[in-house]
């Protein structure tokens, strides 16, 4: 994957700053997982931060550009522990449940709840969490077709079948998000055995 998937933030760090930056987007995303991105301002994270406003715009030039930047962080994260190595398509699954179940971030995955944040609007912000959304469609459709033939019909509907499976998990996360029942995972890994049932 690419240092920046979705769109590049507006000033590359410094090499002195590249580990502090990374604590920025870390609370940045956290933040994000809690009240959404457009609670992810400038004034609010420097407050967190317990830095100041200029010293924050060392590293980002606005709010649309920390808003990136915090979408592109996110997904470096799903991707490291989601995608990342995962040879089959019961681990890959396996590994995205786990990520919602043990709540990487504090108020859930800040690209589920970003996309509805953003669904009815338009723009930077609203165009890189349609393309997170979709390279996770894309990720499942490729682990599909992967399995076709082996656990699946070789004639199966790829593209179908991930849209299937993301809405079975995000469906999943929403809710272990609003019941805190650990069983709504339960519920998404046998809705998940049926749909790649041969």
């Not at 995303?29 to 609670?39: F, I, M, R, T």
Request: hydrophobic share 45%; glycine share 6%.
């Amino acid at each position: 994957m690419s240092a920046e998937p979705f769109a590049r933030d507006g000033r590359l760090p410094r090499v002195r700053g590249k580990h502090q930056r990374a604590a920025i987007l870390k609370r940045a995303a956290d933040l994000a997982s809690l009240d959404g991105l457009e609670q992810v301002t400038i004034g609010r994270l420097a407050a967190a931060m317990q830095m100041s406003k200029s010293g924050l715009y060392a590293y980002f030039t606005s709010k649309e550009d920390l808003q990136l930047a915090t979408i592109n962080n996110a997904w470096r994260v799903f991707d490291e522990l989601v995608l990342e190595d995962a040879e089959t398509i019961a681990a890959l699954l396996e590994r995205w449940i786990g990520y919602y179940a043990h709540e990487v971030f504090p108020g859930g995955c800040p690209l589920a709840t970003g996309a509805m944040e953003f669904a009815n609007r338009s723009g930077p912000v609203h165009d890189a969490l349609a393309a997170a959304i979709e390279r996770q469609r894309d990720a499942l459709r490729d682990a599909v077709l992967q399995a076709s033939g082996e656990r699946m019909r070789s004639d199966v509907d790829a593209s179908q079948v991930a849209f299937e499976l993301h809405a079975v998990l995000t469906a999943g996360n929403l809710s272990f998000r609003m019941s805190r029942d650990p069983a709504a995972f339960a519920h998404t890994r046998a809705a998940i055995t049926r749909l790649l049932e041969p």
